[in-house]
């Protein structure tokens, strides 16, 4: 039932891993508040943001077992009290230099089929700060022209938000050259493919990071995924002067504030306020 609620595939993911952990802990002990502390105790080893992720899965879960009759409000209300674990400061994060972008769209093979396939996945990312998921079920239909350029219509992302996506021109010379190699009129943009040169109907999420973690390896670069892609780009369109509203809705985020944290606006690195000490 909780996995019903969740419309993202990777939060059902996350929270049938979530819920499959605390049901091994349980070992058929009945779910109390002093079962999920010591739940919340077992992760300590994991990233704040990992542990809450995993907690809102437990609040989810009485939440739907109150909503069924499983359990009354007063219960519920207890067992919905473990409190999240406090993230101090903001994670920084990995993204590219404009240099290191430019040779990680350099790997791709586009003299071949799946090389530029790979290139419209790592175009798009890098060029469009798309997420995984949302690149992954990309339908051509969605890739229209308004006001007299390409752009992606009506995405829709995290907590379902709908955003208008521009599209670069090389990007769109990337996809033009990905959809006639592959005789693609419509359906899913990005797809599988064979050595025989078969071409499939869909590409799972988990193909478009591993795209990006092998061409990351290609320039020395290790434990780098999409998500950083789509950092990139925005790091790249802020130090190219762009408005943090405008790249507030290039991500689709609910608030400039969380574009801010998400940039690390506060906090720069290349010039930092330390460099000249005098010292």
């Known amino acids: 039932m909780v996995l019903d609620t969740v419309a993202s595939p990777n939060s059902r993911r996350n929270y049938g891993k979530a819920l499959d952990d605390l049901f091994a802990l349980a070992a058929g002990r009945p779910l109390t508040p002093a079962l999920f502390m010591e739940y919340r105790a077992s992760m300590e080893a994991l990233s704040p943001s990992t542990t809450n992720v995993r907690l809102s ?8 077992a109150r909503r069924n009759g499983l359990v009354g409000v007063e219960e519920a209300a207890r067992l919905a009290e473990v409190p999240n674990i406090r993230q101090k400061g903001t994670r920084l994060g990995n993204w590219l230099t404009r240099e290191q972008a430019k040779e990680l769209l350099a790997v791709p093979d586009r003299s ?61 010379q990337g996809i033009n050259s990905w959809m006639s190699a592959a005789g693609i009129e419509d359906g899913r943009l990005l797809r599988s ?45 802020r130090k190219a002067g762009g408005d943090l509203e405008q790249i507030k809705f290039l991500l689709g985020h609910s608030s400039i504030q969380t574009t801010e944290r998400y940039l690390g606006s506060e906090q720069e690195i290349a010039v930092a306020v330390n460099d000249n000490l005098g010292l």
Request: charged residues 30%.
């Open 112 to 172: 071949t089929l799946k090389g530029k396939r790979d290139y419209v996945i790592l175009a798009l990312l890098v060029g469009c700060a798309l997420r995984r998921q949302e690149l992954a079920s990309l339908y051509v239909e969605t890739i229209q022209l308004r006001e007299g350029r390409w752009v992606l219509v009506d995405l829709e992302g995290k907590g379902r938000r709908v955003r208008t996506v521009a599209v670069p021109v090389w990007v769109k």
């Open 193 to 237: 493919t064979a050595k025989g040169g078969k071409i499939g109907d869909t590409l799972s999420d988990w193909a478009v990071w591993s795209v990006v973690e092998r061409s990351a390896k290609e320039i020395g670069i290790e434990r780098f995924g999409a998500h950083d892609l789509r950092r990139t780009c925005a790091k790249l369109c």
């Open 57 to 64: 899965a437990v609040r989810k879960l009485v939440a739907e």
